[in-house]
């Protein structure tokens, strides 16, 4: 192992130390005293070895909770559901989950989709109802209770705990990088969207999946955790379908390294964890089935997407008609142009994973293609950051990039509730173009990052993970796997005159 290789690790050569390794955390570090010493005593050692309770875990822990007790408090001015004078948009405390608790009927005691149609997919709508119905009969038994109160606090609550488990899950897979769950507890996008919607049930079901995935193992035993993470992957997919988009890039590093049975096994299940869960809503409640759909396709640019950059730049280059505008006018070609760029954009990731010198690991491919997905879309919510920080951390844990994006997004998330302001009361807060930055710098950023982690993939060398790991810690049948025969005949083939790929080890 060289040199830069080992920087930042422990004396037992297994534990990462960012003080040391990473240049932005080595630089801020001066403030309190410089990078960790040679001699001091590791936060990230076992407890027992040093008698310390206070291990790196154990900290991220309690700053993810931090965060989300943070998170709480910010909301606080909006969970008595009481929202005179757009405080929801002076204090940017504004929540779906306390708002759609009223909207879609659930303060009635109706059924999600049996008695009133959902604009999500299913699993989301049947969490919806087994929260809600309980506040709700509660709530006939208790007239002094404010209902709406009751079930965006029981959701905090349980949504908060599935960011504590996706915490758990960066933990588990990164045991010699613990503090780059770090970077998912602090993360300021976190602390201002947790709980706007209910996106932390997929990112904490998808990352639980990524999980059993990691645990496969290429001999039968490893057919069970495969199978388990096309589960949990299809759970996720039927709360919020980008879950799924994971599946693809599991499925093209199998197929370079020779190891579809696994991956198939994952879509499989997948797949039929998907239709079982929807089939009780599709069958008897079609129409209420398909709104989520209905929606989606019929649903014009939406604010802060390429779209809606494209067309307030096509007002200020011609007073015509632009094409960012006529896109707007025509929908159904919309909607094919976004399907269209975001596919050429998978088939780009498919052809790095075949190109690169040495198999990218599985975080990278799913965060490049979870990204591009919102790049092209033509909606993008607030709160889709989430999708995207447990990708990020997992892809590329580095603080300086990470943390110029999480500025962006905490600019655009007030720029957001700044337009929502000035739309409620007829008034600009600022002007449109101040609100167009915010989301073009939101959209660079996201870019930029894609850009690293392609150089990354391109470029082994540079990934901080592979310095300390001998693979893809995330890979499961896949980490340690040698490139497929076939795979390592046609680069072979391909590369004469050049240096053939470089094989996983194995």
């Known amino acids: ?73 910010q909301k606080s001015p909006c969970q008595d559901g009481a929202w005179q004078n757009n405080i929801q948009y002076t204090r940017m405390c504004y929540t779906d989950v306390l708002a759609l608790y009223y909207a879609e009927g659930l303060n009635e005691g109706k059924v999600p989709y049996a008695d009133h149609p959902v604009e999500y997919p299913v699993l989301t709508g049947y969490f919806m109802g087994a929260l809600g119905l309980p506040v709700h009969a509660l709530g006939a038994d208790h007239p002094g209770i404010n209902q709406g109160q009751w079930f965006y606090n029981l959701n905090a609550l349980v949504l908060s705990a599935l960011a504590v488990a996706t915490v758990a899950v960066i933990l588990n897979l990164r045991r010699r990088r613990p503090w780059d769950a770090a970077m998912f507890a602090l993360a300021p996008a976190l602390l201002l969207t947790a709980t706007v919607n209910w996106d932390l049930l997929a990112v904490g079901l998808s990352a639980v999946g990524l999980l059993a995935w990691a645990r496969a193992r290429p001999d039968l035993s490893g057919a069970l955790p495969a199978a388990l993470a096309g589960v949990l992957i299809g759970l996720g997919g039927a709360a919020k379908m980008w879950p799924l988009f994971i599946l693809g890039p599991i499925l093209v590093l199998a197929v370079r390294a020779g190891r579809v049975w696994a991956a198939l096994l994952s879509v ?52 015509d008609q632009g ?87 905490v600019c655009y998330f007030a720029a957001f509730y700044g337009e929502l302001l000035g739309t409620a009361t007829s008034r600009p807060v600022f002007p449109e173009g101040v609100f167009v930055l915010a989301a073009s710098l939101r959209l660079i950023t996201v870019a930029v990052l894609c850009g690293f982690v392609i150089r990354d993939v391109m470029r082994p060398e540079r990934d901080v993970v592979r310095h300390i790991y001998a693979d893809d810690p995330d890979g499961g049948v896949l980490d340690g796997s040698p490139d497929a025969p076939w795979y390592v005949r046609w680069r072979a083939r391909s590369s004469t005159g050049s240096a053939a790929a470089e094989p996983a080890p194995a």
């Open 268 to 319: 499989i299940t997948a797949a039929v964890t998907v239709v079982l869960v929807n089939l009780p809503v599709a069958i008897p409640y079609r129409e209420s089935w398909g709104r989520f759909f209905e929606l989606n396709t019929t649903r014009p640019i939406d604010w802060g997407t390429l779209w809606y950059i494209g067309r307030y730049l096509d007002g200020k280059v011609s007073p």
């Open 1 to 73: 192992m060289s040199t830069q290789s080992t920087a930042g690790i422990d004396d037992a050569g297994t534990t990462d130390h960012p003080s040391r390794s990473d240049g932005f955390v080595r630089g801020a570090s001066e403030v309190i005293g410089g990078p960790l010493g040679d001699h001091a005593v590791a936060l990230d050692r076992p407890a027992g070895r040093e008698g310390r309770f206070w291990t790196a875990a154990r900290i991220v822990l309690a700053l993810v909770c931090l965060t989300l007790a943070l998170h709480w408090v």
């Open 323 to 409: 094409p960012f505008d006529w896109l707007k006018a025509n929908i159904p070609t919309l909607n094919w142009v976004s399907y269209l760029l975001f596919g050429l954009a998978c088939l780009g990731v498919a052809a790095l994973a075949l190109l690169a010198p040495r198999r990218p690991r599985l975080a990278q491919l799913a965060f490049l293609v979870v990204a591009a997905f919102l790049i092209f879309s033509k909606v993008w919510s607030q709160q889709f950051v989430l999708w995207l920080l447990p990708l990020a951390v997992l892809a590329r844990p580095r603080w300086g990039a990470f943390l110029v994006w999480q500025f962006a997004e």
